[in-house]
């Protein structure tokens, strides 16, 4: 294990959460994800269930966790299913949790191995009135595999046809939007282990570098700390590439006068962190690149004001949007006369700046969360606001994520450099 153990404690008041919002004579029953093929005997690496390691913390295949509240064995009202170890496991692939470690892991008492859980099911689903079952609902998910959960649905829909079936996706959207303080700590190590990553590239960026070079520079810093690499896919465009949302190929090299644009953060214990910064090649801004820089740097603080409890997401874009024509005007992109005369839909203003603001962030680094619920004390946030003039091959956006705290927000990447005057002191430091 790369990061340090997990409170069990966590997980427990997570199921008691969970528990609290079912129907009487409920079973809720969640598996593990798929490890899913590549091509001939290539597999992808094994990603966790968010739901399953929110509710267990168990980072392992073949996982299955059943609950039945009102189950008349109080031995059955919890049950986690984990895989049994071969000898063939052991060598080809090491062992896997015993049910003492399971046990130690979870805060689960009855722990059966994975070959059990149809015949426990057969047992346990005729007692229940209700089953909840688990799929993916967010709203940006584009689903075209099926998972493991899918063909279960299908599985006991076919066996038990006469159950009343639950959605538990909004029920874990719900417990997830706001976090526990050890998750907030957890997220916090993934954004000090970001900073570690920044500041070692700050110093290695320069002309004729390659983007692809850069992430490696990270992706060894990261690893280095105990994080398992990237949150997701990481984002370095130089040039006219930072205009790219979502540029992944990271494969040009870097241009004196260019700016770089990196997207790129750590996960750590399965939580996510997602930073973004933009930095100039050649380590000095030109006046235009620290115009349009401290200009984004204007509408990142204006909307760390304005992501507050109350606020809702629909209201705080549009304000956002508000803070950012103001700045477009003062760059000259767009005319104050045009801006005050264009429509509601602000064409001119998404023109440069087409995309959200925030997103909750947690175990996805787009977390799951209740569409349009006010934000709240505890949820966590990135911030990032963004400027990209196609025109001058000029992307920029500046990204943190803070908790919102009840008077104030509190800043996890506080630390990480942010300022155009930092900035250059530590890209010339070693030069």
């Known amino acids: 294990m790369r990061y340090d153990p997990i409170d069990p404690q966590l997980f427990i008041r997570n199921r008691e959460k969970l528990r609290a919002q079912l129907k009487p004579n409920s079973i809720v029953i969640v598996l593990a994800n798929d490890i899913y093929p590549t091509n001939a005997d290539g597999t992808m690496a094994f990603k966790q269930n968010a739901d399953l390691f929110y509710l267990t913390g168990v980072d392992q295949e073949d996982t299955m966790l059943v609950l039945m509240p009102d189950a008349k064995d109080p031995k059955e009202r919890e049950i986690l299913f984990v895989k049994e170890t071969s000898e063939h496991i052991a060598i080809w692939e090491g062992e896997k949790l015993t049910k003492e470690q399971a046990k130690a892991a979870t805060g689960i008492e009855r722990i059966e191995w994975a070959h059990s859980f149809e015949s426990w099911l057969h047992r346990l689903i005729p007692q229940a009135d209700n089953i909840y079952l688990t799929t993916n609902e967010h709203l940006r998910a584009v689903v075209v595999v099926e998972t493991a959960n899918d063909r279960f649905i299908k599985k006991c829909q076919a066996r038990y046809p006469l159950h009343r079936y639950e959605r538990l996706a909004p029920l874990m959207h719900r417990l997830r939007i706001t976090k526990d303080p050890v998750e907030v700590d957890i ?83 399965g939580w996510a962190s997602d930073l973004t910064r933009t930095i100039p090649v050649n380590g000095r801004f030109t006046a235009r690149q620290k115009e349009v820089y ?102 920029i956006r500046i990204e943190n994520d803070v908790v919102i705290g009840k008077t104030s927000n509190f800043d996890l990447m506080k630390d990480i450099p942010i300022e155009v005057e930092e900035i250059e002191e530590l890209m010339n430091a070693k030069r």
Request: net charge negative.
């Open 187 to 269: 997220i916090q190590k993934a954004c000090k282990i970001t900073e570690a990553g920044f500041r070692r590239l700050l110093g290695f960026v320069k002309p004729g570098v390659g983007e692809w070079e850069v992430e490696a520079e990270l992706l060894h810093e990261f690893v280095r700390q105990g994080s398992r690499g990237f949150a997701y896919g990481p984002i370095i465009g130089s040039g006219k590439n930072a205009c790219v949302l979502h540029y992944v190929e990271n494969d040009k090299i870097c241009q004196d006068g260019d700016m770089l644009l990196l997207d790129v953060a750590a996960e750590y214990a």
């Open 294 to 395: 401290n200009s984004v740097l204007r509408v990142f603080r204006g909307a760390n004001e304005i992501l507050r409890p109350g606020n809702t997401p629909l209201e705080y874009q549009k304000q956002v949007i508000e803070l950012m024509e103001a700045e477009l005007v003062r760059l000259g992109l767009i005319g104050a006369k045009e801006a005050k005369e264009q429509g509601p839909d602000k064409h001119l203003v998404k023109k440069y700046f087409m995309h959200g603001t925030s997103h909750h962030m947690g175990l996805d680094v787009h977390d799951v969360a209740p569409p349009h619920e006010p934000y709240a004390e505890g949820m966590v946030f990135t911030i990032e606001p963004g400027i990209y003039i196609r025109e001058e091959g000029l992307g």
